[in-house]
């Protein structure tokens, strides 16, 4: 997988690409991060590369032909690409797009500064606009991080352990269960006993039941996505049964 990131401020990737789990993918050749900066292919003796937005208003845009020039500097590979253009107005990135982005061999990432890129890039060279969320950052250039972090997680041999995915939060709509490691007694509290039990089964069992419990109380819309077993089907039901006994405890107190 090849990703190449449009940018006024290249450097910010830096520790993206040179630090952990992305670090070592790079360096092992399982993804490609490749960074263009926009500033080179700059307009005038002042390599601008924003103006006045037309109709008036605050802020600066960015112009169209420095970016048009720097998508047209980066090399295809075989396989299908898109360019993605990060925006607040975009459609909320989320790991089952993350999933999708995976069967592509290249992404563009084009990050946007100020009030954002002149509207003929988006209709010109833009196949996919993505948001992170809905609220405003400076720059698109945290928001390509995150998608290049999230997708490339997803590549095969980019994570040591194929299962670590699988049992991650959002990989089944699912919250992942509670996490423990030593010391067993900390500050007066206490690992749960079954994990310490060594029989696997019930420990499979406790981490689905709390898998559940954590998505039931904090993120119930999941569970409408989530394909669910018999066996998951009647947890929920008990889980709820408990959640209504202690809210009627609660509302009697
Ligand atoms: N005026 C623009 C608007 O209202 O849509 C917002 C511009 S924002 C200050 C500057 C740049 O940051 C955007 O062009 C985009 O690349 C990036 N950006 C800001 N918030 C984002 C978000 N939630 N998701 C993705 N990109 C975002």
């Given at each position: 997988m090849?990703f190449d990131?449009?940018?006024?401020?290249?450097?910010m990737?830096?520790p993206?690409?040179n630090?952990?789990?992305?670090g070592?993918?790079v360096k092992?050749?399982?993804?490609?991060?490749?960074?263009v900066?926009i500033?080179?292919?700059?307009?005038g003796?002042?390599?601008m590369?924003?103006?006045?937005?037309?109709?008036?208003?605050?802020?600066m845009?960015?112009?169209?032909?420095p970016?048009f020039?720097?998508?047209?500097s980066?090399?295809?590979?075989?396989?299908e690409?898109?360019?993605?253009?990060l925006t607040?107005?975009?459609?909320?990135?989320?790991?089952?797009?993350a999933r999708?982005?995976?069967?592509?061999k290249?992404?563009?990432l084009?990050?946007g500064?100020?009030?954002?890129?002149?509207?003929?890039?988006r209709?010109?060279y833009?196949?996919m606009?993505?948001?992170i969320?809905?609220y405003i950052?400076?720059?698109?250039?945290?928001?390509?991080?995150?998608i290049?972090?999230?997708?490339s997680?997803?590549?095969?041999?980019?994570?040591?352990?194929a299962?670590?995915?699988?049992?991650?939060?959002f990989e089944?709509?699912?919250?992942?269960y509670?996490q423990?490691?030593?010391?067993?007694?900390?500050?007066?509290?206490?690992?749960?006993?079954?994990?310490?039990?060594?029989?696997h089964?019930r420990?499979r069992?406790w981490?689905r039941t709390q898998?559940?419990?954590?998505?039931?109380?904090?993120?119930p819309d999941?569970?409408?996505k989530?394909?669910?077993?018999?066996m998951?089907?009647?947890?929920?039901?008990?889980?709820?049964?408990?959640?209504?006994?202690s809210s009627g405890l609660?509302?009697?107190g």
């Amino acid at each position: 997988m090849r990703f190449d990131i449009l940018s006024i401020f290249p450097e910010m990737f830096a520790p993206l690409i040179n630090y952990g789990i992305i670090g070592r993918a790079v360096k092992g050749g399982q993804i490609e991060i490749h960074v263009v900066n926009i500033r080179d292919f700059g307009e005038g003796r002042h390599l601008m590369t924003d103006d006045k937005p037309f109709g008036g208003g605050d802020g600066m845009v960015m112009k169209p032909e420095p970016i048009f020039r720097a998508l047209e500097s980066i090399p295809r590979v075989k396989g299908e690409r898109k360019v993605i253009l990060l925006t607040p107005q975009g459609q909320l990135f989320n790991q089952a797009i993350a999933r999708s982005l995976t069967k592509l061999k290249q992404i563009v990432l084009v990050c946007g500064r100020y009030e954002g890129v002149d509207e003929r890039v988006r209709s010109t060279y833009v196949d996919m606009e993505l948001s992170i969320g809905d609220y405003i950052l400076s720059g698109g250039e945290l928001p390509a991080m995150i998608i290049v972090e999230v997708v490339s997680r997803l590549v095969p041999g980019v994570l040591g352990g194929a299962r670590s995915n699988l049992e991650e939060s959002f990989e089944d709509y699912l919250l992942e269960y509670p996490q423990y490691t030593r010391p067993r007694v900390f500050q007066g509290e206490e690992v749960p006993s079954v994990l310490l039990s060594g029989d696997h089964g019930r420990i499979r069992l406790w981490r689905r039941t709390q898998s559940l419990k954590r998505t039931l109380e904090r993120r119930p819309d999941l569970l409408e996505k989530t394909r669910l077993s018999e066996m998951d089907n009647s947890i929920l039901k008990e889980l709820k049964q408990e959640q209504g006994r202690s809210s009627g405890l609660s509302n009697q107190g």
